[in-house]
């Protein structure tokens, strides 16, 4: 007996599919991180700029865009399993969904990296990967229901 079979049969679906959604998040984490430490740590690419009085290093940037890419291609064809044609609407909600979420995870990204000394206390000179840590862990339910509602929905879901 696997532990799927403890949930109600009408909620497999769904708790299947969060599962997915959290494998693909995970590849987007390891691009993420991955691209991100590349550039920082192993070309001290530390270029960045003030939003609203926030530091933002433009390596986070770069490296949750190609994030946000890679999720969207698991999540459309594995993930949800969606086989519509409209690719570009598709895209353009998925991008949608994730300028809010990319903006979110940098104010986050900033403020736990910048503002809470008890980051810089505990994780020190990896304080900056803590902070992205945090900041996906708090837009995570952000993107699943606005994937699987706006972005992915199925005809059922339209009414």
């Given amino acids: 007996m696997s532990s799927m079979d403890l949930l109600p049969e009408r909620y497999r679906p769904f708790a299947r599919q969060f599962i997915k959604f959290g494998l693909t998040g995970t590849v987007g984490a390891?691009?993420?991180f991955g691209i991100y430490n590349i550039l920082v740590r192993g070309f001290g690419f530390t270029a960045g700029y003030h939003v609203l009085g926030q530091p933002v290093l433009l390596a986070n940037n770069i490296s949750v865009l190609l994030a946000i890419i890679s999720n969207f291609m698991l999540n459309k064809y594995w993930?949800?399993?969606d086989r519509s044609t409209n690719v570009a609407g598709q895209g353009a909600r998925y991008f949608i969904l994730n300028l809010?979420?990319?903006t979110l995870n940098?104010?986050?990204f900033s403020y736990f990296t910048f503002r809470v000394p008890l980051i810089q206390a505990v994780f020190g000179t990896q304080k900056d990967n803590a902070a992205k840590v945090?900041?996906?862990g708090v837009i995570l339910i952000f993107n699943f229901f606005g994937s699987k509602f706006l972005v992915f929905r199925t005809p059922a879901q339209h009414t």
Avoid: E
């Fill in 134 to 136: 945090l900041a996906i």
């Fill in 79 to 81: 993930t949800f399993r």
């Fill in 106 to 108: 940098q104010i986050l």
């Fill in 100 to 102: 809010f979420t990319w």
């Fill in 30 to 32: 390891v691009v993420d």
